[in-house]
C-alpha cells in the first residue's frame, strides 16, 4: 500500500531554501497488522507507576501532576490532572511533564494517543491551551506536536510515527507557558498509549532526487509560491518579510523587533512556508542559506 503525505514546511530564512530526497525505497503489504500496546499503566489505573514525572524547580510549589478517582472524564477508574501555574513564564524553564522512556524498532510503525480536557477554559479570557505531545527518539530527534485546545470538551489527540533510530523513546505530554495572559492552565489526561500498529512502509518517490522540492526557492519572484505567516498576540510593531534586491540577488528578510522583556515576545512568529507533497519511508534533506543581522 502506498502512502502519500502533505507536509508543511515552515522556512524562517533569508536566502535560498533547498529540499532535495535521499532515499526511495518502496515496500508493500496488505495482510492485516495486530495491534501491541507498548506503554504500561496508560489510564493511570496503577497511579504513577512506571511514569516518570517532571516539574520545574521554579514552579514545584504550585505546579501539580495528580492522579485524580473517575469522573465523567475518565475511561477507567481514574485519570491524570496537569496544572501548569501562572508563575510559569519562561518557555524554555518554566513546565512539566509525564513519560515513558520505551524501547522502539526504527521499522515499525507506531500510534501515539490521549484523552484530553481543557477543565479551566472559561475561567479567563485567554482564547486557548497548549498541550504539547511528543516522542523523543533516542539520537534526539522529536516527532510529534503542540496541539491547541479552544474549548473544554474531552478530545482525543495522537499523532502516528517511526522513530529515527532503535533505542529508547521518551515519549510524554507536557504543559509549557501560556499562549497570551500568563492564568494557571489545567488540564485532565487519559489513556495516553503508544501503540505498535505495523511495519515501516516505503513508497517511491518518483521525482529526480537531485531535484529541489521548492518552487521559486531564491525568491526570484517574490513571494510567487509562498505562503506568509506569523503570530502577534502582543501587537507589537515592526513583524515584517519583505524581499530585498541588491544587484539582481534577491533575499528574504525576515524581521523581528526586540522585546521589552524575556517573555514580551512569547508565542511571536513570522515566515514563510510551502506546501509539499512528500513520500512516506523516504529521507529528505532541508537546507538554507541563512545571515542573522542585529540592529
Same mark, same amino acid.
Given at each position: 500500500?502506498k502512502?502519500k503525505?502533505?507536509i508543511? /514546511?515552515?522556512?524562517?530564512i533569508?536566502?535560498?531554501?533547498?529540499?532535495?530526497?535521499?532515499?526511495c525505497?518502496?515496500?508493500s503489504?496488505?495482510?492485516?497488522?495486530?495491534?501491541?500496546l507498548?506503554?504500561?499503566?496508560?489510564?493511570? !489505573? !496503577?497511579?504513577?507507576?512506571?511514569?516518570?514525572?517532571?516539574?520545574?524547580? %521554579?514552579?514545584?510549589?504550585?505546579a501539580i501532576?495528580?492522579v485524580?478517582?473517575?469522573?465523567?472524564?475518565?475511561?477507567?477508574?481514574? +485519570?491524570?490532572?496537569? $496544572?501548569?501555574?501562572?508563575?510559569?513564564? @519562561?518557555?524554555?524553564?518554566?513546565y512539566? +511533564?509525564?513519560?515513558?522512556?520505551?524501547?522502539?524498532?526504527s521499522n515499525?510503525?507506531?500510534?501515539?494517543? &490521549?484523552?484530553v480536557?481543557?477543565i479551566? %477554559?472559561?475561567?479567563?479570557?485567554?482564547?486557548n491551551?497548549?498541550?504539547?505531545i511528543? %516522542? $523523543?527518539?533516542?539520537?534526539?530527534?522529536?516527532?510529534?506536536?503542540?496541539?491547541? /485546545?479552544?474549548?473544554?470538551?474531552?478530545?482525543?489527540?495522537?499523532?502516528?510515527?517511526?522513530?529515527?533510530? @532503535?533505542g529508547?523513546?521518551?515519549?510524554?505530554?507536557?504543559?509549557?507557558? +501560556?499562549?497570551?495572559?500568563?492564568?494557571?492552565?489545567?488540564?485532565? &489526561?487519559?489513556? /495516553?498509549?503508544i !501503540? !505498535?500498529?505495523?511495519?515501516?512502509?516505503?513508497?517511491?518517490?518518483p521525482r529526480?532526487?537531485?531535484?529541489?522540492?521548492?518552487? @521559486?526557492p531564491s525568491?526570484?519572484h517574490?513571494?510567487k @509560491?509562498?505562503?506568509?505567516?506569523?503570530n502577534?498576540? +502582543?501587537n507589537?510593531?515592526?513583524?515584517n518579510?519583505?524581499? /530585498?534586491?541588491?544587484?539582481?540577488?534577491?533575499?528574504?528578510r525576515?524581521?523581528?523587533?526586540?522585546?521589552?522583556?524575556?517573555?514580551?515576545?512569547?508565542?511571536?512568529?513570522?515566515?514563510?512556508?510551502?506546501?509539499? $507533497?512528500?513520500?512516506?519511508?523516504n529521507?529528505?534533506k532541508?537546507?538554507?542559506?541563512?545571515?542573522?543581522?542585529?540592529?
Open positions: 500500500m502512502k503525505v502533505n508543511i /514546511l515552515f522556512g524562517f533569508f536566502s535560498t531554501m533547498l529540499i532535495q530526497f535521499t532515499l525505497r518502496s515496500i503489504s496488505s495482510k492485516p497488522y495486530p495491534i501491541k507498548i506503554n504500561t499503566n496508560p489510564g493511570f !489505573e !496503577e497511579g504513577l507507576d512506571n511514569w516518570d514525572t517532571y516539574i520545574a524547580p %521554579a514552579i514545584q510549589g504550585s501532576i495528580q485524580r478517582n473517575k469522573t465523567k472524564f475518565t475511561e477507567g477508574n481514574r +485519570h491524570l490532572l496537569l $496544572k501548569l501555574p501562572k508563575t510559569a513564564v @519562561n518557555n524554555q524553564e518554566h512539566i +511533564h509525564v513519560g515513558q522512556n520505551l524501547k522502539l524498532n515499525k510503525l507506531y500510534r501515539y494517543s &490521549v484523552k480536557q481543557w479551566n %477554559a472559561d475561567n479567563h479570557n485567554i482564547s491551551a497548549v498541550v504539547s511528543w %516522542a $523523543k527518539n533516542a539520537d534526539g530527534i522529536f516527532n510529534g506536536n503542540d496541539v491547541i /485546545l479552544k474549548d473544554n470538551k474531552p478530545k482525543k489527540i495522537g499523532f502516528k510515527f517511526t522513530p529515527d533510530s @532503535n529508547k523513546t521518551f515519549c510524554y505530554i507536557a504543559l509549557l507557558t +501560556h499562549p497570551k495572559k500568563f492564568i494557571d492552565t489545567i488540564i485532565l &489526561v487519559d489513556d /495516553l498509549r !501503540e !505498535e500498529t505495523g511495519k515501516r512502509e516505503f513508497t517511491t518517490d529526480d532526487q537531485k531535484s529541489n522540492l521548492l518552487k @521559486n525568491f526570484d517574490g513571494f @509560491n509562498w505562503i506568509k505567516t506569523y502577534n498576540p +502582543h507589537i510593531d515592526g513583524l518579510q519583505i524581499i /530585498l534586491d541588491s544587484e539582481n540577488n534577491k533575499r528574504l525576515l524581521f523581528f523587533p526586540k522585546g521589552k522583556n524575556s517573555t514580551h515576545l512569547n508565542n511571536t512568529w513570522t515566515g514563510i512556508f510551502q506546501k509539499i $507533497k512528500l513520500y512516506s519511508g529521507s529528505y532541508i537546507s538554507a542559506s541563512i545571515h542573522r543581522q542585529f540592529p
